[in-house]
């Protein structure tokens, strides 16, 4: 395959940024999209060219590392799959590809398509786990039995794996999906209930204040999902809220 | 030629860790608030040993090379955590969990340290469940276990196909906690590149900012490496790409003794290499192996006519294949540990009965338990007449239920439906259970200087059985380390604040600027990924599945003069101080090019074959490993001296008073 990529490149924070144009032959269709790029780089460093910075790490959609919006979708257009498990084969022989960072306040940009996703770090920091210390005294796993329904959504919602594109996807750059994921967990389960209130309380505060956009219901995250996390979360999350914000003190 | 002091615990083996906790030092909570610990890597060993530390009052700092301490490749563990809770009532003990780790390791790990991993894989699944992990449950609402290879009974926890994924994801909330607290300063895309001594102690670490480019400075009373293994040393290999060998093995060249560099885990059921352009291998998880039959054709022509396209493996009746595992090891069948159900592959592979186009690829055959899981829910469903058709649709549901991430993967790689057609698979590099030497402390041979899980050497012997190192991990972690690294740390309440500003870190800082320096200067014309690649083929052709003494000192000489051509001809584009993914790259393969000759050197050495190191010369007549042991019950730890090549060997011997040596059988 022959392809014409339009690449963001953007020397740093400051850089106002630019789509810079490269073709590039010889591509298969049973490459993934980043072997692609490696190969892409490959060809610049030996041209004595910058090679385009992107994140990737697993290679295989669980790290949440890789974060390209290509043609206008986070993740490419193939769906439940993150860059990395994008393959060539669902592109075809003379296509021009756009590849752009997430774009987002909260998601600054570090270098070309590489952002930094620390504000979602920060929103689990304020509340997305259960306070119990390491002791080797906890109870036996077993005397929490837990209904498998309930097991069942708290494992999908678990599944989050915090590669930001719902924020990415979003008009407003609302990071609803992401943190709500993390609280329908813990809400579903007993070990988490005691901490509910402020759970949901501190999470939501956070996320505001690190710049994600309101939720206004268009339901783009959970279409580009890689994980295929639920809007029901967002719903639970907002029965959650409302709950908190009545019983608090 | 020196004898390492394991510094075991004298008593009965099921006495020594509860008697050696009841007598080690303590610090006091006061205390603790003034010494700081360094952890290097947050996957399950270093997330949960930072938080462990942090939540005992300890101040953590960790580093990690990504943009989140929740991408650590611990994420990828797919399959299970093993723990000895005998849920199931199937004869499990702490015993046998020690007996099968040990076997499953060919009698190359330390007894000691097994039986205490043994010992705290309950407490394990107690802590995570109380963090809110959703391990998988039955309908009455208990935790469901599966089995894995190597075993006879169900003692696998899982999530699905995510088991490390949501396992890391506890250790990252407890991390997270601490982090917002404040007691864990958490440095993303930091890389360790240097260890720094003062007076012979770990005291602080080099690190490049990887955003800024800038080399920082950091001190703490100890430093604990968990930066796990160092598969990609074989370029393709089922671990992520950025991990490496670095923070290994800056400690190694500090004084950190590497041990049992050989010992590399060859995975059995991976998504076979599609082409040269591939930068990574995918695992398909060996809980698949519960279910999913391995088989090749029986007749060369059915597997000439697959290779070319003339017929599909569904053409094929099971008379005419041939379950190769189920054949040779009918006891444990599909079952068998990692390295023999490996090599059974390869043998069927050379063999000439593999599958791919290239000939490099097995079969992975779901079709009999669809159908047993589709007549047990039609029988459910009161539907005694259901068709083939239905049957074959309800297993499918149950299948997907089990495993269906995985078959997803298989589906968007491969492009074949694993619910229709087996899946292709073949082995691939995708775990090393050699590491840094540490005592039964966990402490390297450098005072101070800590390494947990993959990194270090200590569990798992010549081979880690499925579900172990997601088990070792978090024990090291969460249960070991916490308590003793407080042995050592009582020397320490008095000695305050560490300043960055002695010599020793400005020396140090010193020298990894100008190994950054010389690099940049090389500006030759390859790229760091054709040395990288380059030198996992000489690994995966010489130092791979299986070995021999002309192919490795081949391979020890093609190596060293790889490492020369690199020195003299890698191109590193960009700047020191910038963002520069491919100085980073560099920094690693540069590790990777010495520790590859080292592997090769004590695969040398090491004149038996056991557990994944597989020596041509030694094989029963049957072709199974056969170990020496006589000659080879002891740990090869090497001492750095310069050069890979003049490494000094030091034996640790292993003292088995509990398990009777035996040629390990899976018949």
């Avoid at chain 1, 210390?133 to 919602?157: H, L, M, Q, Y």
């Avoid at chain 2, 008379?319 to 059974?344: C, H, I, M, Q, T």
């Avoid at chain 2, 469903?381 to 259901?386: F, K, L, R, T």
């Avoid at chain 2, 299986?546 to 000489?557: D, K, P, S, V």
Wanted: hydrophobic share 40%.
């Amino acid at each position: 395959m022959k392809l014409t990529l339009k690449i963001w490149r953007q020397s740093g924070p400051n850089d106002k940024g630019q789509i810079v144009t490269y073709p590039i032959d010889n591509i298969e269709g049973d490459m993934s999209f980043l072997d692609m790029m490696d190969v892409l780089n490959e060809e610049l460093i030996v041209k004595g060219e910058d090679p385009v910075a992107f994140d990737h790490d697993c290679r295989e959609g669980i790290c949440g590392m890789c974060s390209l919006f290509i043609n206008g979708e986070a993740h490419g257009p193939d769906r439940a799959i993150t860059t990395c498990q994008l393959h060539m084969r669902k592109f075809s022989d003379g296509e021009t590809i756009y590849i752009e960072p997430w774009r987002a306040k909260a998601f600054p940009v570090i270098k070309d398509l590489v952002v930094d996703r620390g504000a979602l770090d920060r929103v689990m920091a304020s509340g997305g786990f259960v306070s119990v210390n390491t002791s080797g005294n906890t109870v036996d796993a077993n005397a929490i039995p837990i209904s498998k329904i309930d097991a069942d959504k708290a494992f999908e919602a678990a599944t989050c794996i915090g590669c930001g594109a719902c924020v990415a996807s979003c008009v407003n750059a609302s990071a609803m999906l992401f943190v709500s994921a993390k609280v329908s967990q813990l809400a579903l389960l007993p070990q988490g209930k005691i901490e509910a209130t402020e759970r949901v309380l501190n999470m939501v505060r956070t996320m505001d204040e690190e710049g994600f956009g309101n939720c206004t219901n268009t339901g783009a995250c959970a279409v580009e999902c890689p994980k295929e996390i639920s809007l029901d979360n967002i719903a639970r999350m907002n029965r959650e809220y409302f709950k908190a914000m009545l019983t608090s003190e | 030629m020196s004898i390492l002091d394991s510094k075991i615990p004298s008593g009965e083996l099921n006495q020594k860790w509860s008697s050696y906790k009841d007598h080690i030092r303590l610090v006091n909570p006061a205390n603790k608030r003034n010494i700081d610990i360094i952890v290097v890597g947050t996957g399950l060993a270093g997330g949960s040993a930072s938080a462990a530390l942090a939540e005992l009052g300890y101040n953590v700092k960790s580093f990690c090379f990504q943009d989140s301490p929740r991408r650590a490749h611990s994420i990828a563990a797919q399959g299970g955590i093993n723990a000895a809770k005998n849920y199931q009532g199937d004869g499990d003990s702490v015993f046998r969990l020690f007996y099968d780790t040990v076997k499953g390791g060919d009698y190359r790990a330390r007894e000691a340290n097994v039986y205490r991993l043994a010992e705290v894989s309950a407490s394990i699944i107690d802590q995570c469940v109380a963090q809110g992990v959703p391990f998988a449950r039955e309908y009455g609402g208990l935790l469901d276990n599966r089995s894995f290879g190597g075993s006879q009974v169900s003692r696998t926890f899982y999530a699905k196909g995510q088991t490390g994924q949501q396992l890391l994801l506890g250790a990252y909330s407890a991390m997270s906690r601490q982090i917002g607290k404040g007691k864990i300063q958490m440095y993303n895309r930091h890389e360790m590149l240097d260890l720094v001594l003062v007076d012979g102690k770990a005291r602080g670490i080099i690190a490049r900012n990887l955003v800024t480019g800038s080399l920082e400075r950091f001190s703490a009373h100890a430093v604990v490496i968990a930066s796990g293994g160092y598969g990609n040393v074989f370029y393709l290999s089922t671990n992520a790409m950025g991990s490496n060998v670095s923070a290994a093995w800056k400690v190694h060249k500090k004084g950190a003794y590497f041990a049992n560099p050989c010992y590399t885990q060859i995975h059995p059921t991976c998504i076979p290499v599609s082409g040269d352009h591939q930068s990574k291998l995918t695992l398909m998880s060996e809980s698949l192996r519960n279910d999913g039959r391995i088989w090749v054709p029986k007749n060369l022509e059915d597997s000439k006519a697959i290779r070319e396209g003339r017929m599909k493996p569904t053409d094929i009746t099971d008379e005419n294949k041939d379950f190769f595992l189920e054949r040779r090891y009918p006891a444990f069948g599909n079952l068998v540990p990692r390295d023999v159900a490996s090599r059974a592959a390869k043998e069927r592979c050379d063999a000439g009965f593999g599958v791919n186009t290239t000939g490099e690829a097995v079969y992975l055959d779901f079709a009999s338990a669809i159908e047993r899981y589709g007549r047990e829910k039609a029988r459910m469903n009161h539907d005694g007449e259901a068709s083939i058709e239905i049957i074959m649709d309800l297993g499918a549901e149950v299948v997907k239920a089990k495993y269906g991430n995985l078959f997803q993967m298989y589906y968007k790689i491969v492009d074949q439906d694993p619910y229709k057609t087996p899946m292709m698979i073949y082995p691939a590099v995708h775990y090393t259970m050699g590491g840094v030497w540490v005592d039964y402390n966990l402490m390297t041979t450098i005072t101070g200087c800590y390494a947990t899980g993959e990194a270090n050497f200590s569990d798992h012997g010549a081979n880690r059985l499925g579900a172990s190192a997601l088990m070792q991990g978090l024990a090291d972690g969460y249960f070991v380390l916490p308590y003793t690294i407080a042995d050592y740390l009582a020397d320490d309440i008095r000695t305050g604040k560490i300043s960055t500003d002695l010599p020793e870190f400005v020396q140090t800082e010193n020298d990894v600027k100008a190994n950054i320096e010389r690099l940049m200067n090389i500006k030759g014309t390859k790229t760091v990924d054709y040395f990288h690649k380059r030198l996992g083929k000489i690994m995966w052709d010489k130092v791979g599945m299986a070995r021999n003494a002309e192919g490795l000192n081949w391979a020890i000489a093609e190596i060293q003069k790889l490492r020369e051509e690199f020195y003299s001809n890698v191109r590193i584009p960009g700047t020191v101080d910038s963002f520069n993914p491919e100085l980073d790259k560099a920094n690693r393969v540069c590790d990777f090019l010495e520790l590859g000759e080292l592997m090769a050197k004590d695969a040398l050495d090491r004149e038996e074959s056991c557990g994944g190191h597989f020596r041509e010369e030694h094989q029963t007549e049957e072709g199974e490993a056969q170990r020496n042991d006589d000659k080879y019950a002891y740990v090869a730890a090497w001492e750095y001296t310069g050069k890979p090549s003049e490494a000094i060997l030091h034996k640790e011997a292993l003292v088995f008073d509990n398990i009777k040596l035996v040629q390990r059988s899976y018949k």
